[in-house]
């Protein structure tokens, strides 16, 4: 089933979930990160980037938000570059908690691995993978300068959240103890922890969001750059990790209402996949009660039903006029 769409009928898709939502008041700031509590509630974004490098927007995209877990998902691809999936699947796993993000309990019940480097516990245990081990120097500008490729630009720590992050993250100290003790981390764990915490506190825009995710739906190719950043083979493995936990204890729900794997982060950023068609994100502080922006969730789903678009069917979006995507 394929719907043939001009980039002008989904600008004007983007602008109607723009306006639809953008006076929703529900939800609140993160307040645990103090400085997350003091950003400006009211901002709201929203970017597609397509398979071709053009990027349709709405609203504040290019406001610097606080990426948080959605960084995740960009060292969850570094991790998988430098070890392959198998040993990931071995040394992390795949599988959805169920539970909070930062939860102990998860860990508790499943010693053997820390589930997926979607969640606190697994993305403390990939950066801690991050190569070179034992170099922390190096392993930053690692981090860095994959997430920079991935967005096609480059990003800057928000220093005031690194600090607020850095003093108030007791949670995550308890966990990247709690895996040292199940020899589930593989660095030291308070560099394995600052690191985590420095890569959640860069500042990202809607629109950079919007071209890494857009570069997972074109298979590793950042379609704005032409830069391959990752081999295509890996594309679905991180695809499936954000379907199975990407709006964590509402994951279920959200791939049933939305059918597109996203991941979303307590900065209030969400970026969205639909492979082979488009890389999406949206941007609102305000979030639920597990941590996933009120206005973005709504945004996406609204313009995902619309479409009818939805990674489980087998409806074909096209582009009129769609450029060829650079391939190398
Ligand atoms: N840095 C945040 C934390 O570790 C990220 C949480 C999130 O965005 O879900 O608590």
Excluded at 200 to 225: D, F
Aim: contains cysteine; neutral net charge.
């Amino acid at each position: 089933m394929e719907l043939r769409i001009s980039k002008q009928e989904l600008q004007e898709l983007v602008d109607e979930a723009y306006s639809k939502y953008k006076d929703n008041k529900e939800g609140k700031n993160a307040d645990y990160i103090p400085y997350l509590s003091r950003v400006n509630s009211s901002l709201f974004g929203i970017a597609v980037t397509l398979c071709d490098g053009d990027t349709l927007t709405a609203g504040d995209c290019d406001y610097h938000f606080g990426i948080e877990s959605v960084s995740k998902v960009m060292t969850a691809i570094l991790v998988l570059k430098q070890y392959g999936a198998e040993t990931i699947m071995h040394m992390i796993g795949a599988d959805a908690t169920g539970m909070p993000f930062n939860s102990i309990l998860a860990i508790l019940l499943e010693k053997s691995h820390p589930s997926t480097p979607l969640v606190n516990a697994g993305a403390i245990a990939a950066v801690s993978m991050v190569q070179p081990v034992g170099n922390s120097k190096q392993k930053w500008q690692n981090i860095q300068e994959n997430i920079d490729d991935l967005c096609g630009s480059e990003t800057a720590i928000i220093d005031e959240l690194y600090k607020s992050e850095s003093v108030t993250n007791f949670n995550n100290r308890a966990i990247a103890w709690l895996l040292k003790s199940y020899s589930r981390i593989y660095d030291d764990p308070d560099v394995a922890l600052d690191l985590y915490t420095r890569q959640c506190s860069l500042g990202i825009t809607a629109k950079q969001l919007s071209v890494c995710a857009a570069t997972i739906a074109n298979n590793g190719i950042n379609p704005v750059t032409g830069k391959r950043i990752f081999n295509a083979s890996l594309a679905p493995r991180i695809v499936s990790m954000m379907s199975a936990v990407g709006f964590y204890e509402h994951s279920g729900n959200w791939m049933f209402t939305s059918g597109l794997p996203a991941k979303t982060g307590v900065g209030g950023g969400i970026m969205g996949v639909l492979p082979g068609t488009f890389g999406i994100a949206a941007y609102a502080p305000r979030l639920d009660e597990a941590g996933n922006s009120v206005r973005a969730q709504k945004a996406l789903r609204y313009i995902m039903n619309k479409l009818g678009a939805n990674v489980f069917s087998d409806r074909i979006i096209t582009f009129k006029n769609h450029k060829e995507p650079v391939t190398y």
